[in-house]
């Protein structure tokens, strides 16, 4: 793991969002294609914006993975991720190759989990944006998550903190207007990516950055297991790293 600081969240956007676009085109030049994992949330907005803004990258070589999304809420609520990165990357890029966007409104959870697991499990994962919580949460594995599920995607239980941290970020009105449970990519689909682009801004963020980067791997803190990634680069401004 190794960590990166700028002054601003821009910054660290900028250059999150960058080495993005090299890692996804050096996976094209390689393999001829690049499968990638897209988080969303408010670490994500310069991240995306630089990622879009590109303008090399061929994205009908591309296909995305969704990492993850509330049960319950359709995709035209303004907290749904399918609307957040059809805003924010889509409409931006124009098609790409394929993109597995997860179904929050599913009729069987478990089997949309299904479906998704048959997609990803095969392939292998070149880039996945991720970012941190204020629980320490990868994704929505809220501690004490599970680093040893073997499925890629499961149901998620999402816990007060990081369903407050929602209502923060002003996705929600209302902690009862926030589900209680999601699809998730597991930690262990994730670390399974060859490289790892972290972005983690504002001060709200620095102990969850504290723990994660310099605590002891623990499922308290889930996103400690990035310590053990041979490839993943944690972007700071200097908020959220305040506490290092």
Not at 122 to 130: G, R
Not at 153 to 159: E, F, G, R, T
Request: aromatic content about 8%.
């Amino acid at each position: 793991m190794n960590t990166k600081t700028f002054d601003t969240p821009a910054l660290m956007g900028e250059a999150a969002g960058n080495h993005a676009a090299l890692k996804i085109e050096s996976a094209i030049s390689e393999y001829g294609e690049a499968n990638i994992i897209l988080a969303t949330g408010a670490s994500q907005f310069h991240t995306l914006k630089t990622l879009v803004g590109y303008g090399i990258i061929d994205w009908s070589k591309v296909t995305v993975f969704h990492l993850d999304e509330y049960l319950g809420i359709d995709e035209h609520h303004p907290a749904s991720f399918r609307l957040y990165l059809k805003q924010r990357f889509l409409e931006h890029v124009g098609s790409v190759r394929e993109f597995h966007f997860i179904d929050g409104t599913a009729e069987n959870p478990r089997d949309e989990c299904k479906r998704l697991n048959d997609l990803v499990a095969p392939l292998e994962i070149q880039v996945a944006l991720v970012g941190i919580g204020e629980n320490g949460h990868l994704a929505f594995n809220d501690p004490p998550a599970d680093f040893e599920v073997e499925d890629p995607y499961i149901i998620a239980d999402l816990d007060k903190k990081c369903r407050l941290q929602q209502v923060g970020e002003g996705w929600f009105d209302g902690l009862e207007d926030v589900p209680t449970q999601a699809i998730s990519m597991t930690v262990k689909q994730i670390m399974k990516s060859k490289s790892i682009i972290c972005s983690v801004p504002d001060e709200r963020k620095a102990r969850a950055v504290k723990d994660c980067v310099l605590g002891e791997i623990s499922n308290m803190h889930p996103a400690s297991i990035l310590q053990n990634h041979g490839d993943c680069t944690i972007y700071l401004d200097k908020e959220s790293a305040k506490l290092l």
